[in-house]
């Protein structure tokens, strides 16, 4: 008899029906050791990532065995520490050259994704790119990319696209300033201007120690009726929230807009009353109404508890695995080949507890749902509560 508790039987199912690849893996005899390189942060602006990540591993791991297409995982961990490509590029040539790597989860941040491109290119290692946004950086960089993160024009076309429907005129631009946020600027510019909209003034914020009380004049003074805002999820977003709350900003007509970044849960209790109202446009809440997305919630919180809470960083890494597994399931009883890998999953589409998502066959960066989100105060928690959907968007 299984002697599991009636719950986690119904969440395991529920999460098997989940994912169809992985699904129908068997637990086929190893046969071949593969080596994962984790490239992501455990320390810096994006810190909480690492834990998150390594939590899903393992709960993935345990959903859904360790042999994969019958080859044994050994997973190597090393920390970018942020957006650092000197950092990046010693740590991917580490992994890659004495670790010998075969495939890497990570790295996260643009620069990093475009200081590792050529190694991972001239080595031949699948990269599955869980935290850079900037879009042209994937196919276009390396042939060995796939992203299941996001793409900027992903999420800030059907933003732009929602403030001019929306009634909104005038809006000042808020961007940390380096590749996405310069990415964030010029499809916002272009898409709203396109619909009639007005830029009133664009506002660019040092990655490195901001100090964003000395800019919360500009966005008051520009005039608009909403301020649009990307900064990298963690202690950025975190900063520029409390800054304009504490400016007043808040109490006046000016709306927020933002990229899901911003309110990410991984800071969202952090920032408090200060992040009530954003709207943003986003592809992961863990109060997304699907089957897939209550089994993982359910299976997650049961392995790890409520705290920290799941956010964009757990959905994406679950589906690098979901990648990784249907890539090495692709090749069942064969030896590990790094192409074959990136041309089986090019074209894969996965249920994802963020929707479907699948891997673009051109370059191997996501197709996936966009969100119009509010963050309200839900049974006692601030909450992204979805209430628009724009479906399949390209990350192009
Ligand atoms: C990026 O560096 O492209 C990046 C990092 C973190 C985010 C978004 C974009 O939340």
Do not use: C
């Amino acid at each position: 008899m299984d002697r599991r508790p009636l719950t986690r039987r119904w969440t395991m199912a529920l999460a098997s029906l989940a994912v169809a690849t992985a699904a129908s893996l068997a637990p086929a005899q190893a046969q071949e050791s593969v080596k994962v390189g984790v490239l992501i942060s455990y320390s810096g602006i994006s810190a909480l990532g690492g834990v998150s990540a390594d939590n899903v591993i393992k709960l993935f791991q345990k959903t859904y065995g360790s042999t994969p297409g019958g080859k044994t995982l050994e997973f190597i961990r090393r920390d970018t520490t942020g957006p650092n490509p000197d950092v990046a590029r010693r740590l991917a040539q580490e992994l890659i050259v004495r670790e010998k790597v075969q495939v890497l989860i990570g790295p996260d941040f643009t620069p990093n994704v475009l200081a590792i491109a050529p190694l991972v290119t001239e080595a031949k290692v699948p990269a599955i790119v869980t935290g850079a946004a900037t879009h042209g950086i994937i196919g276009e960089k390396s042939p060995y990319y796939l992203r299941t993160f996001f793409s900027i024009p992903q999420t800030v076309r059907p933003l732009a696209q929602w403030a001019a429907k929306s009634g909104i005129k005038k809006v000042v631009i808020v961007v940390a300033d380096y590749g996405p946020g310069q990415d964030a600027e010029a499809t916002f510019s272009k898409t709203f201007s396109e619909a009639g909209g007005t830029i009133t003034g664009v506002v660019k914020v040092p990655v490195r120690s901001p100090e964003f009380s000395g800019y919360m004049q500009r966005i008051k003074d520009a005039g608009a009726d909403a301020a649009f805002v990307f900064m990298p999820i963690g202690e950025l977003s975190l900063g520029f929230l409390k800054a304009y709350s504490d400016a007043g900003l808040k109490n006046t007509p000016l709306k927020l807009l933002t990229t899901g970044d911003v309110p990410d849960e991984s800071t969202l209790d952090a920032a408090g009353d200060a992040a009530l109202g954003v709207v943003s446009a986003g592809h992961y809440s863990p109060s997304h109404d699907s089957a897939a997305n209550k089994a993982f919630v359910a299976s997650y919180q049961q392995e790890f508890g409520k705290s920290p809470r799941i956010s964009m960083t757990h959905a994406t890494i679950w589906d690098a695995m979901q990648v990784l597994y249907a890539g090495l399931q692709a090749q069942s009883g064969q030896k590990f080949d790094p192409d074959r890998f990136v041309a089986a999953v090019r074209g894969m589409a996965f249920e994802s507890p963020r929707g479907p998502i699948s891997i673009d066959k051109l370059n191997g960066d996501i197709v996936q749902n966009a969100y119009i989100r509010r963050v309200e105060r839900r049974d006692g928690q601030l909450q992204n509560i979805e209430f628009d959907l724009i479906k399949d968007v390209s990350p192009r």
